[in-house]
T-cell receptor, first 116, second 115 residues
């Protein structure tokens, strides 16, 4: 399995809703990432988990709450979002140690989030 | 801090002609460089990477890129463009000296290949 799987593919939520985005990989990667991408813009890093511990938080508002329950799963919990949070949310994973040739990222197809 | 620049918002090329998408980088030390492609409403697909070794790197779908340390560039090339190559292309850099974790993207270049 060489994929990163993200669910759902599309999500519409109200500003008072609570929802979660899910990401799963079975490549044995021990680093997992959340990126946010606005239309026609590059992806922007939000969070990095390494060995299931949060290692980077790029000053993301607390209405976004990441969780890494195990080495294969990464969640992003959403609460009280704003319309400007509407974007494509991308999950990625990568190796941490080992052959440098394996240091590339594998991205999922993303969740298209619309906040109304 | 590490960064990449993609000076062209859009590149137009006719099918069958060679294409080049430009990327320059700024990072202390030796960078890890990547190219990704994104089709509409999709995630990023890996094309190729430079870690070390030969300056000419071959990747997926007939793409290649040349690492030029003196010019701090990593331009993406293809000898003969296809209409299906039309997409958004991102150059990205990682500085191994500051850890494996942060991949920084350029602003992206839209490639439009006309029939």
């Amino acid at each position: 399995d060489t994929e990163v799987t993200q669910t759902p593919k599309h999500l519409v939520m109200g500003m008072t809703n609570k929802k979660s985005l899910k990401c799963e990989q079975h490549m044995g990667h021990r680093a997992m990432y959340w990126y946010k991408q606005k239309a026609k813009k590059p992806p922007e890093l939000m969070f990095v988990y390494s060995y299931e511990k949060l290692s980077i938080n790029e000053s993301v508002p607390s209405r976004f709450s990441p969780e890494c329950p195990n080495s294969s799963l990464l969640n992003l919990h959403l609460h009280a979002l704003q319309p400007e949070d509407s974007a494509l949310y991308l999950c990625a994973s990568s190796q941490i140690t080992g052959n440098r040739d394996n240091y590339g990222y594998t991205f999922g197809s993303g969740t298209r989030l619309t906040v109304v | 801090a590490q960064s990449v620049a993609q000076p062209e918002d859009q590149v137009n090329v006719a099918e069958g002609n060679p294409l080049t998408v430009k990327c320059t980088y700024s990072v202390s030390g030796n960078p890890y460089l990547f190219w990704y492609v994104q089709y509409p409403n999709r995630g990023l697909q890996f094309l190729l990477k430079y870690i070390t070794g030969d300056n000419l790197v071959k990747g997926s779908y007939g793409f290649e890129a040349e690492f030029n340390k003196s010019q701090t560039s990593f331009h993406l090339k293809k000898p003969s463009a296809l209409v299906s190559d039309s997409a958004l292309y991102f150059c990205a850099v990682r500085n191994p000296n500051t850890g494996f974790q942060k991949l920084v993207f350029g602003t992206g270049t839209r490639l439009l290949v006309s029939p």
